[in-house]
C-alpha cells in the first residue's frame, strides 16, 4: 500500500491538471461559441453560392467555358492540408494526417512516385508533420488562424487559382474537419479546382442538359461568371477554414471536458486510497500502544 506522503503528492498533482484542464475547456468554449456563429451563418451563403456558381459553369457553351471548369488528366496534385496550430484536441489532427498520407499511398500513388504531389499545410501541425518528412511542401500558412479574415484568406484563394489556371497544377483538393457539432467533426476531402458539376441526385446522370438551371442573365451569362467564379471560391476557402477552426474548438473544449471528469474520477479513487493508507497508519500505531501496554502488564 502506498504511504501517505506519496498519495498526498499525487492528490496535489492531479488537482492541479485539473485545474488546468478546467481552464483550458472554458478558454475552447469562449472561443467555440464565437467560431460556430461565424461558420453557421457562413454556410447556407456559401452553398448556395457553390450551387449557382455550379448550375452557370456548366450550362457555358464548350466555345465560352470557363477556365476554372476545365478537367484535365491529374498529373500535378496539390493538396491543402487544414490542422490546428495546436494539440490537445483528440483525434482532430491525427486523422487530417491519416487522411491526407492515404490520399498519397492510395488515390495519388503513381504522381507521388513521380513527385508529382504537392502540399499546403494550414496549421503547425501539419506544418511540422510534413517537412520532418521530406514532403514536397509549396508553403505553410500557420499564421491565418491568427488573422482568420475573409481578406487574409483570398490572397491565399488568389495564388490557389491563378496556379491552376496557369496549369501548375491539374487538381486541387482540400483536406480538413467539417463542423457538425461541438463533439462530432466529419472529414472531408473535397475538391477545389476544377469545379465540380451539380448532380442532385446521386443516381443520375450528369450530363450538362441534366444540370442546366433557368436564370435570367443581366448584363449576359460570362460576365456574370467570371465575376462569381472567383468569388465563390474565395468563399469556399473561408468556408473550409472557418470549419476547420469550429471543429478544433469543439473538439478541444471536449478533450479537455473528458480529461476533467477523468481527473476528477482519479481524485475520487487517490482519496478513497488516502483513507485506506491513513486508516492502516493509525490501526498500526493503535495495535503498538496496546502491544506496549501489554508487555508492561507483563
Known amino acids: ?29 469562449s472561443k467555440f461559441r464565437k467560431a460556430q456563429m461565424a461558420i453557421v451563418k457562413l454556410r447556407p451563403y456559401a452553398a448556395k453560392l457553390k450551387e449557382i456558381m455550379q448550375n452557370l459553369s456548366f450550362s457555358m457553351n464548350d466555345s465560352n467555358e470557363n477556365v476554372y471548369t476545365r478537367e484535365r488528366d491529374p498529373e500535378n496534385i496539390l493538396l491543402v492540408v487544414i490542422t490546428s496550430n495546436r494539440g490537445l484536441c483528440g483525434g482532430f489532427n491525427a486523422n487530417i494526417i491519416k487522411a491526407t498520407l492515404n490520399l498519397f499511398l492510395t488515390t495519388y500513388a503513381e504522381q507521388q512516385q513521380k513527385g508529382n504531389v504537392s502540399l499546403i499545410t494550414i496549421g503547425r501541425k501539419a506544418s511540422e508533420y510534413f517537412r520532418k518528412r521530406g514532403y514536397k511542401m509549396l508553403g505553410s500558412y500557420d499564421d491565418l488562424f491568427d488573422r482568420l479574415t475573409f481578406e487574409n484568406i483570398s490572397l491565399l484563394a488568389e495564388q490557389l487559382m491563378k496556379a491552376f ?37 446521386p443516381k443520375a ?31 469556399q476557402l473561408y468556408k473550409s477554414i472557418l470549419d476547420s477552426f469550429a471543429s478544433e474548438q469543439g473538439a478541444r473544449m471536449t478533450a479537455m471536458q473528458q480529461a476533467t471528469d477523468n481527473a476528477r ?17 493509525i490501526t498500526k500505531e493503535l495495535l503498538e500502544i496496546v502491544a506496549g501496554a501489554e508487555a508492561l502488564k507483563g
Do not use: C, W
Open 205 to 235: 446522370p450528369t450530363e450538362k442538359h441534366l444540370i442546366k438551371a433557368n436564370y435570367i442573365f443581366e448584363p449576359d451569362q460570362e460576365t456574370i461568371i467570371q465575376l462569381l467564379i472567383p468569388k465563390s471560391l474565395r468563399i
Open 265 to 281: 474520477e482519479l481524485l475520487r479513487a487517490l482519496q478513497i486510497s488516502y483513507n485506506k493508507a491513513r486508516q492502516y497508519s
Open 1 to 29: 500500500m502506498p504511504g501517505l506522503k506519496e498519495v498526498r503528492v499525487r492528490i496535489a498533482s492531479v488537482k492541479s491538471t485539473q485545474q488546468i484542464t478546467n481552464a483550458m475547456k472554458m478558454v475552447a468554449a
Open 165 to 201: 489556371a496557369d496549369k501548375k497544377y491539374d487538381r486541387i483538393q482540400i483536406v480538413y474537419n467539417q463542423f457538425k457539432n461541438a463533439a462530432v467533426q466529419r472529414l472531408v476531402i473535397e475538391q477545389y479546382l476544377p469545379i465540380l458539376p451539380l448532380v442532385p441526385d
